[in-house]
């Protein structure tokens, strides 16, 4: 089984969820380092780590456990490798990492969205 952590289309509610239908929704959780940004994309945000000069963040999302299986179909869908990458994060109050999906090329793609501020700490939201 993987962890796959999401913050777009696949959340609960969004157009692409049914993907995850059959895996176990574990909780919502934040990433643990607030290096993010988030960039909307349109129909779908991105996410690419910070880069000198910009605002970043932590990113919000749903935590999944999911089968190879669908792995696999959430790879195709989110192009990995080709438009996106999908690599290991920490998510605060969380001992084991979690897959997340992570903008390639990032200066050619939408633009920044603003994060919000929540408590002590900035946050990013779709």
Do not use: C
Request: charge should be negative; hydrophobic fraction near 35%.
């Amino acid at each position: 089984m993987h962890r796959v952590f999401v913050y777009g289309s696949l959340k609960r509610g969004k157009h692409n969820n049914d993907l995850l239908y059959g895996s176990r929704f574990i909780g919502e959780r934040l990433t643990q380092d607030e290096t993010w940004i988030m960039r909307s994309l349109g129909a779908f945000p991105g996410v690419v780590k910070k880069f000198y000069g910009s605002l970043s963040a932590s990113i919000s999302g749903d935590l999944y456990e999911v089968d190879d299986n669908t792995l696999k179909r959430l790879d195709m869908l989110e192009g990995n490798g080709n438009f996106y990458n999908r690599e290991l994060v920490r998510l605060r109050n969380d001992d084991e990492p979690a897959w997340m999906y992570i903008l390639i090329n990032h200066h050619s793609y939408g633009s920044d969205m603003q994060p919000f501020y929540e408590g002590e700490t900035f946050v990013y939201r779709w």
